[in-house]
């Protein structure tokens, strides 16, 4: 398909037909074939020429060199000062004629003037109204080297503009928010890191020339999360994740290691899809963890070693949550699947359970602390002394929802103090006897 010659093509083919009789002094009959052909085509080019610039909303017209009058325009052209002027325009009128301020007329006198003595040019123009932007480029006209008229296409670019100036707003916008924020943001396009805030680069090590556009999201992974990290990018640029933090092992420029939760989201950047995202050091808290696992491991052997269990009784429907020594300590090796303050109770031998159900309820009623020891009959069949305490633990309205605490198998320590109870006794009988037998 044969391409629709420019405005520009069709003014220099009009004005190189123009001139072809007169190159032939002027001596060619009708008949001859080459004058009719070629006057044929220039009607042609003129017609065509006329068609492309009524049809489109583009402002198209020219001028005279000598007076800057019009010397034809398009329907664009006619249309703007019948609707935003309440004018109808006319061949020959000049910048006087179709502004009323002087410094329009002068406006537009300096724009042919610069045309007729710098040649082609472009700039960008207020109209009279105020309400739109066009973008006017300035063309000659030439025959034998010589300017016949100033030809002159306006875009409107009011829109454009909008937008344009709209996205500068918007960057300028979402520049000093990540420029200044504390939390890690980057932006991943084409497989390279194209931008980073200043809280990325700092949490790298690096400096932010030296990350953006040079180093990929990779080069700041540890190599054994480095598959991970391209499958989850590769997901994200899918849209198949968007939001969910992924943990990695970052690697600090100068080798050393940082735990980092990575979020993204698919988006569009300077007209092109990448992903963007924020990282969130979390090396505390994964210590924190750490210390966390280490303490409840060394309290696990405590209370395994101690014989002593640990409960969490809901006040409401007084289901309780507990240890396997908890179990243990009654005679169950496996975690009963629910245990409940009334199931303690029968636990509790007769001669102690109203004392021990009194305590209860009324540490409950006062919500208060409470302690006890007691003893216990076991699952098979063994009497066992046991001291149970526990505290109260509010809900969020600051009512008290629960009661936490021990439970500790202190048979020994009873024996013991019955032991050294018992021989004190002994001592104490022999001393007497001792004594009186002295006096006497």
């Known amino acids: 398909m044969?391409?629709?010659?420019?405005?520009?093509?069709?003014?220099?083919?009009?004005?190189?037909?123009?001139r072809q009789p007169e190159q032939q002094?002027?001596?060619?009959?009708?008949?001859?074939?080459?004058?009719?052909?070629?006057?044929?085509?220039?009607?042609?080019?003129?017609?065509?020429?006329?068609?492309?610039i009524d049809s489109t909303a583009d402002l198209i017209w020219a001028v005279d060199p000598a007076h800057f009058g019009l010397m034809t325009f398009n329907h664009g052209f006619r249309a703007y000062f019948l609707r935003?002027?309440?004018?109808?325009?006319?061949?020959?009128?000049?910048?006087?004629?179709?502004?009323?301020?002087?410094?329009?007329?002068?406006?537009?006198?300096?724009?042919?003037?610069?045309?007729?003595?710098?040649?082609?040019?472009?700039?960008?123009?207020?109209?009279?109204?105020?309400?739109?932007?066009?973008?006017?480029?300035?063309?000659?006209m030439l025959r034998d080297g010589r300017a016949f008229g100033i030809s002159v296409f306006g875009r409107d670019v009011t829109q454009r503009r909008a937008a344009?100036?709209?996205?500068?707003?918007?960057?300028?916008?979402?520049?000093?928010?990540?420029e200044e924020s504390p939390v890690a943001i980057y932006i991943i396009q084409g497989g390279k890191l194209v931008y980073v805030n200043p809280s990325l680069a700092k949490q790298a090590g690096y400096s932010r020339d030296e990350i953006v556009g040079k180093l990929a999201p990779q080069d700041l992974i540890h190599r054994n999360d480095v598959a991970r990290l391209m499958t989850t990018l590769g997901e994200r640029a899918a849209g198949k994740i968007q939001g969910e933090g992924v943990e990695y092992r970052g690697i600090r420029k100068d080798g050393s290691l940082v735990h980092i939760e990575a979020y993204g989201m698919l988006m569009e950047y300077q007209g092109k899809p990448a992903v963007m995202g924020t990282l969130i050091d979390i090396s505390a808290r994964k210590r924190a963890e750490e210390k966390l696992r280490e303490g409840e491991a060394f309290l696990s052997f405590v209370l395994a070693t101690a014989r002593t269990?640990?409960?969490?009784?809901?006040?409401?429907?007084?289901?309780?949550?507990?240890s396997l020594q908890h179990d243990q300590i009654f005679g169950y090796q496996e975690m009963l699947p629910a245990w409940t303050y009334e199931m303690f109770l029968e636990h509790v031998v007769a001669e102690d359970r109203d004392a021990v159900d009194q305590k209860f309820r009324h540490a409950v009623a006062t919500q208060s602390d409470w302690s006890f020891e007691c003893r216990i009959l076991r699952r098979d069949g063994e009497t066992r002394w046991i001291r149970a305490a526990g505290r109260h633990r509010m809900d969020d309205h600051g009512?008290?929802?629960?009661?936490?605490?021990?439970?500790?198998?202190?048979?020994?320590?009873?024996?013991?103090?019955?032991?050294?109870?018992?021989?004190?006794?002994?001592?104490?009988?022999?001393?007497?006897?001792?004594?009186?037998?002295?006096?006497e």
Do not use: C
């Open 25 to 52: 002094g002027g001596t060619a009959s009708p008949a001859d074939g080459d004058f009719l052909r070629a006057d044929e085509a220039l009607i042609e080019a003129r017609a065509t020429l006329s068609a492309i």
């Open 84 to 140: 935003d002027r309440a004018m109808a325009i006319e061949l020959g009128q000049r910048p006087e004629d179709l502004f009323p301020t002087e410094e329009f007329v002068r406006i537009w006198r300096e724009y042919y003037g610069r045309a007729l003595r710098d040649g082609p040019y472009s700039t960008e123009y207020a109209v009279y109204a105020g309400t739109r932007t066009l973008e006017l480029s300035f063309n000659l």
């Open 309 to 322: 269990g640990t409960w969490d009784l809901d006040m409401v429907d007084h289901s309780a949550h507990r």
């Open 164 to 178: 344009e100036e709209a996205l500068r707003k918007s960057e300028q916008k979402f520049r000093q928010i990540t």
């Open 399 to 439: 009512q008290p929802r629960w009661m936490a605490g021990i439970v500790q198998d202190i048979t020994e320590r009873r024996r013991l103090v019955d032991a050294l109870s018992s021989s004190e006794s002994r001592l104490h009988r022999a001393l007497a006897a001792a004594n009186a037998g002295t006096r």
């Open 2 to 18: 044969t391409a629709r010659p420019t405005y520009d093509e069709l003014l220099a083919r009009v004005a190189q037909l123009e």
